[in-house]
């Protein structure tokens, strides 16, 4: 009896160890996932605050960006505006007085015309689009100057010295349509 | 005993006195040995026997103290094995608390992991606002050197356009008229002019000569 009582005995100890080591295993499991929870948390906290970092940007983003869409988008829609009736005045011109005027940038930025071109149409009856074309330039001083004609117009150099002493703008450009005509219909 | 002998020879005779002399002989034979016994007893063999006795004692003693010792070991064994259970019932307890313990931790932790996975989605969401706000801020830059432009060659260019246009002509036109026709006003020298033209009637150039009609030659 007493070997049975002293198996028992050993079967006994043997459990609590095999308890000890449970739950120390337990333990150490327990250890671990309160270290990852705590990690877990701690990468929660750092997203939240990008987030917030973000949503700041996003709306300090926003609200620039609504000013200045709305001043941008006014400005735009005047200039649009303003262009519109520009070109419509420029059409007008261009098909019913038949004249088209072109400014010919230079080498650097346009200055108010470096020089000008001016195209004539409607010149001839039987054919209305062909182009007559006088170029002139601007000094600084303001002094016109001109370029070519196409097609060459022999009184062209005497206009110039009357356009010269006049700067009467109007009148040489009546003038030179004048001529053009005479070519053209005669 | 050579007279139980000659007894035995001469049994035939007289059995009853042979019985009882039989019987006589054995009587005597005991009370021999009862002396013998007695004188035994009182010799030397008593010290033996004291001291068997005391060996007996001894032993009875020893088997008494052994006893005592062996029941003191069962006894504490008893409250060993009682502690001993109760320590394993602690630790069953224990065991069981600290599974209870990793459950919730276990649950905590899956509720941790779906917040991080929410917020992950979140900066996602945010980060994708974000890229959309910076394209809407590369197109509101485009529009931006689109105004620009407009602003500064554009517009002064189609403005410089206008006034040669009007210095030529001293035309200012009327635009919300029907599309074939030429509304505006000449303003001369001394003279407004209306002009009201279809050109649908004319050809081209015999408008252009109308137009220009305006523009004196004389310098």
């Not at chain 1, 600084?140 to 110039?160: H, K, T």
Request: proline content about 2%; hydrophobic content about 35%.
């Amino acid at each position: 009896m007493c070997l049975k009582k002293c198996k028992d005995d050993e079967m006994l100890f043997e459990t609590i160890q095999t308890f000890k080591i449970d739950l120390e295993q337990k333990n150490s499991s327990l250890k671990e996932k309160q270290h990852d929870i705590s990690e877990v948390i701690s990468e929660i906290q750092q997203k939240e605050m990008q987030k917030d970092e973000i949503i700041q940007k996003i709306e300090k983003l926003k609200e620039e960006q609504a000013k200045r869409k709305e001043l941008i988008v006014s400005q735009n829609k005047a200039n649009k505006d303003r262009l519109r009736n520009l070109q419509k005045a420029r059409l007008v011109f261009q098909d019913h007085l038949g004249m088209e005027i072109r400014t010919i940038l230079g080498k650097t930025q346009l200055v108010k015309g470096e020089k000008l071109q001016f195209v004539f149409r409607n010149i001839n009856p039987s054919d209305q689009e062909s182009a007559y074309v006088v170029t002139l330039g601007i000094k600084e001083d303001g002094a016109y100057q001109i370029v070519s004609s196409d097609p060459v117009l022999e009184c062209l150099p005497a206009l110039e010295s009357r356009l010269q002493e006049t700067n009467n703008l109007p009148a040489f450009l009546a003038n030179v349509r004048k001529e053009f005509i005479s070519q053209a219909r005669s | 005993m050579s007279v139980a002998f000659t007894g035995m020879k001469k049994e035939n005779v007289d059995a009853s006195g042979a019985t009882t002399m039989a019987q006589g002989h054995k009587f005597q034979d005991l009370e021999e040995m009862g002396e013998a016994l007695l004188e035994y007893v009182n010799s030397t063999q008593t010290d033996k026997l004291a001291l068997m006795k005391a060996e007996h004692q001894a032993l009875f003693d020893q088997h008494v103290e052994t006893k005592k010792i062996v029941t003191q070991i069962l006894k504490e064994e008893a409250q060993i094995e009682e502690s001993v259970g109760q320590r394993l019932l602690d630790m069953e307890e224990e065991k069981q608390q600290r599974d209870r313990e990793l459950e919730g931790l276990e649950q905590q932790l899956r509720q941790c992991m779906a917040k991080s996975q929410i917020t992950d989605s979140e900066l996602q969401f945010l980060k994708g606002e974000l890229e959309s706000l910076r394209n809407a801020e590369d197109q509101l830059e485009t529009l931006q050197s689109e105004v620009d432009e407009d602003t500064t060659e554009v517009i002064p260019s189609a403005v410089y356009v206008a006034q040669v246009y009007y210095l030529i002509t001293k035309i200012k036109w009327e635009y919300e008229t029907p599309p074939n026709i030429l509304k505006g006003v000449h303003y001369g020298t001394d003279l407004a002019t209306p002009i009201n033209i279809d050109t649908t009637a004319r050809s081209r150039s015999n408008v252009s000569d109308q137009l220009w009609g305006f523009v004196s030659t004389e310098w």
